[in-house]
């Protein structure tokens, strides 16, 4: 009797390996037969599961986006905490998910590689970068009018932020010998200059 694949499930771990193959190659050197290979399968079989290369990207670059959305609303949510509290947990946050995942290595380099071609990845990640950024403009806002934060420019901080994730993440892939605790401790100097 054949086995029953669980279709949702196998292209799950296939798009598992996909992403390993893609943190150790890096998204441009990475071929169809590198993750087939990787996942002990044929290309046709591959095939069965996803269109090409970009498709298993894609799939892998939501399930990692899809997480981490989840984890910020839970910070977001989090009504214990204060808003510069939420906003050093998201960094923290963002941090984490490079250490665990590298996604966000993965999304930077395709971006500055691809930047300036017009393809529908370059608008997801896009697409993304304004996500967390608006999360940051939402958690700035409620601080304000919560008297927590002093008035700034929302969207210039909310940039900075933004930046100052990107940035440390390029900086710990760069360079491993960089203290992570000791960065967020610089974080927070710089975060509790917000305060009111």
């Given amino acids: ?14 798009a ?22 990787e996942c002990g399968i044929g290309r ?21 986006i899809d997480e981490l959305k989840k984890n910020l609303k839970n910070i977001i949510n989090a009504q214990e905490k204060s808003f510069l509290e939420k906003i050093k947990l998201i960094i923290l946050e963002l941090i984490r998910e490079y250490e665990n995942n590298n996604m966000i290595v993965i999304l930077t380099e395709l971006w500055l590689i691809l930047r300036r071609e017009r393809i529908e990845v370059i608008e ?5 970068a304004i996500e967390l950024r608006k999360v940051f403009e939402y958690l700035l806002k409620e601080g304000i009018k919560a008297k927590e934060i002093k008035p700034i420019d929302i969207k210039s901080m909310s940039n900075t932020l933004y930046a100052l994730v990107e940035s440390l993440v390029i900086q710990l ?6 203290n992570i605790q000791q960065q967020f401790k610089s974080i927070d100097i710089l975060i509790d200059g917000l305060k009111i």
């Fill in 124 to 128: 997801k990640i896009k697409e993304r």
């Fill in 16 to 37: 598992k390996v996909a992403k390993e193959v893609f943190l150790k190659k890096g998204y441009h050197k990475t071929k169809l037969s590198d993750i087939s290979m």
């Fill in 44 to 64: 046709t079989t591959l095939y069965q599961y996803f269109k090409n290369k970009d498709d298993i990207f894609y799939f892998t670059m939501h399930q990692a």
């Fill in 1 to 14: 009797m054949p086995k029953i694949v669980d279709y949702e499930e196998r292209k799950r771990e296939i």
């Fill in 173 to 178: 892939s760069l360079h491993k010998e960089i």
